[in-house]
């Protein structure tokens, strides 16, 4: 299993972002994918997960309205798209993969498979 995670950069608050997750090895009917942050001196922090397949989504209440995850299984890709960016969502940001059946997608114990991060940088 491989996860790679890009799409990160600086940005002004109010903008936008869109990260991508290139996934390979995963079976589509058994996975979903998280993203999560962290930020400096924080411990790391749930984000957004969807299913490889069907519809299921969670989000943290922190991201709700202004964070979408989708999936583009052609590409074996999972984005977060992030739009009104804030200073507090500067972080690196990682994508990792749990199995379906496994219990809170929120919980990092829960997941099995991580990629490297990507930076996100936020200034006011």
């Known amino acids: 299993v491989q996860l790679q995670a890009s799409g990160g950069g600086q940005v002004q608050a109010g903008g936008s972002l869109r990260l991508s997750c290139e996934h390979s090895g995963l079976t589509y009917g058994s996975y979903a994918l998280g993203w999560f942050r962290q930020a400096p001196g924080k411990d790391r922090e749930f984000v957004a997960a969807r299913r490889l397949s069907g519809g299921s989504t969670r989000y943290a209440d922190s991201v709700k309205g202004r964070f979408t995850i989708s999936r583009d299984n052609a590409k074996n890709t999972m984005s977060l798209q992030i739009d009104s960016l804030k200073p507090e969502d500067t972080a690196v940001y990682c994508c990792?993969?749990?199995?379906?059946?496994?219990?809170?997608?929120?919980?990092?114990?829960?997941?099995?498979?991580w990629g490297q991060g990507t930076q996100v940088t936020v200034s006011s």
């Open positions: 990792a993969a749990t199995r379906t059946n496994t219990g809170s997608w929120s919980s990092p114990a829960a997941y099995t498979h």
